[in-house]
């Protein structure tokens, strides 16, 4: 068994484990059924529930609420609906994600471009994941209208859909990144003249706009299923695929779409955001778990106190 399925089936577990305990079986009555250790079943259905508040959250419950097994059961229906929405975080990569210079994205950049089959498409997944911070499912389910209004302009303040947000709930997406621009406008026009998606002329650039924003080298969208057994979580293989492909066409150390989120994180930083408003681009609910993945820069006490007059 693959590191990987093994991962998977321990989710799949411990997703029945909270499923169960939210029935309002007893927590020895599941350890019992499934073979492990009361504080087995304990310990995993209260960090499944910690990430659920802090990944999408539980309307009703605070984080410090997923420590009480009655509390969540008082919270059942809300739990039940995060859950549908939660997507795991990805399995560590050998090397760890961290933030990149401007430099190093811009010679991951050239290199995509020069050593990419479908440099076109490839260069504008890349830039995606810099310029948006969305995470390969969304960037799966975006379409031509999320991108593009009417007249063939791009809509700088967009949103996050409902149902593209694995989250399931719609945020800001703001498309103000001229290498991003640069490159969908190459992609999508190489798709106009390729035949791919089109629709009337003289709007959306020609595009149909519920086409997705990008398609397979087959010109067709990239496909989403259902991992089995997990609610309604989903998955889409084949850009996780393209991802994996085009950071090591880059190559740049700990490069992944997660030091991608992180990169963007330290630019907002850097301009001033707060965690609230880094959480609300990422699709992070709660603070604490911005802070875990880039705690926000603090100044030095005495340049904060230094007079300035």
């Known amino acids: 068994m693959s590191d990987e399925t093994a991962r998977d089936d321990r989710f799949r577990q411990s997703v029945h484990m909270l499923e169960r305990v939210l029935e309002g079986e007893p927590l020895g009555v599941v350890s019992a059924k499934l073979g492990v250790s009361r504080s087995t079943v304990d310990r995993r259905v209260k960090h499944l529930a910690l990430q659920l508040t802090r990944s999408v959250g539980v309307d009703g419950l605070m984080q410090e609420g997923t420590a009480f097994v009655e509390r969540l059961r008082q919270r059942r229906v809300a739990v039940l609906e995060a859950l549908e929405r939660f997507e795991p975080a990805p399995r560590p990569s050998t090397r760890a994600a961290r933030v990149l210079t401007r430099e190093e994205v811009t010679l991951g950049a050239m290199r995509v471009q020069a050593r990419a089959p479908r440099p076109r498409h490839d260069l504008a997944l890349y830039h995606l994941s810099f310029a948006t911070g969305l ?22 303040a967009s949103i996050v859909r409902d149902d593209v947000a694995i989250n399931g709930r719609s945020r800001p997406l703001h498309f103000r990144h001229r290498a991003l621009d640069r490159a969908l406008a190459a992609y999508l026009d190489e798709r106009l003249h390729g035949g791919h998606g089109v629709g009337r002329s003289g709007a959306w650039r020609g595009l149909d706009p519920r086409s997705r924003l990008m398609l397979d080298a087959r010109g067709l969208p ?10 309604q ?3 889409c ?20 779409t997660q030091s991608a989120r ?8 850097e301009r001033g955001a707060d965690e609230d408003q880094v959480g609300l681009v990422l699709g992070i ?12 820069p603090r100044p030095e006490l005495a340049k904060v106190l230094e007079e300035l007059a």
């Open 135 to 156: 995470r390969p499912l969304e960037v799966a389910r975006l379409e031509v209208r999320d991108y593009l209004d009417e007249a063939g302009d791009v809509r700088q």
């Open 233 to 235: 979580r989903h998955v």
């Open 222 to 231: 990239y496909p989403i299923t259902a991992s089995p057994g997990v609610g």
């Open 237 to 256: 293989r084949p850009i996780l695929d393209s991802y994996r492909r085009i950071f090591r066409l880059a190559d740049i150390p700990g490069l992944s």
């Open 285 to 296: 609910a709660d603070r604490s778990a911005v802070r875990e993945q880039l705690p926000r």
């Open 262 to 269: 992180l990169t963007l994180m330290s630019r907002m930083y």
